[in-house]
C-alpha cells in the first residue's frame, strides 16, 4: 500500500507563491505517475498538473500553465508543486494523486490510486 502525504499549503495575497510537496511512503509498480488536483468549494475536482516518474515529462491544465510547475525528486519519492504568480481563482484544496492514468484522462480523479490527504491553499485579492 502506498501513502501519500502532502506538507506546504497556507495563504498568500494575489501574486505570491507557494509550493506543495508530496512523500510516497515507497515507489511501487502500481503508480507510474503523479499528479495534483484541486477542487474548490461548490467546484467540481480539477486536474492542474501531471508528472511522469520515468522520464519526467510533465503536463498541466491551462488554467494553472506558466505559473506553476511540477517537479519530482525521484530519491526520495516525492512530487513538488511549486505555485507563482497566485491568483484569488487558484484558491482551493490541493491533493496529489498517483496512479497509471490513461493519458487522456489524466485530468480524472478516477484514473488514480492514492490520495494525499489535501492542502489548502487561500489566495487573497
Known amino acids: 500500500q502506498v501513502r501519500l502525504v502532502e506538507s506546504g499549503g497556507g495563504s498568500v495575497q494575489a501574486g505570491g507563491s507557494l509550493r506543495l510537496s508530496c512523500a510516497a511512503s515507497t515507489y511501487s509498480d502500481t503508480y507510474n505517475s503523479m499528479a495534483w488536483f484541486r477542487q474548490a468549494p461548490g467546484k467540481e475536482r480539477e486536474g492542474v498538473a501531471l508528472i511522469y516518474i520515468i522520464g519526467g515529462s510533465t503536463y498541466y491544465a491551462d488554467s494553472v500553465k506558466g505559473r506553476f510547475t511540477i517537479s519530482q525528486d525521484f530519491a526520495q519519492n516525492t512530487v513538488y508543486l511549486q505555485m507563482n504568480s497566485l491568483k484569488p481563482e487558484d484558491t482551493a484544496m490541493y491533493y496529489c494523486?498517483?496512479?497509471?492514468?490513461?493519458?487522456?484522462?489524466?485530468?480524472?480523479?478516477?484514473?488514480?490510486?492514492?490520495w494525499g490527504q489535501g492542502s489548502q491553499v487561500t489566495v487573497s485579492p
Open positions: 494523486a498517483a496512479g497509471r492514468p490513461r493519458f487522456i484522462r489524466w485530468t480524472v480523479g478516477a484514473e488514480y490510486n492514492y
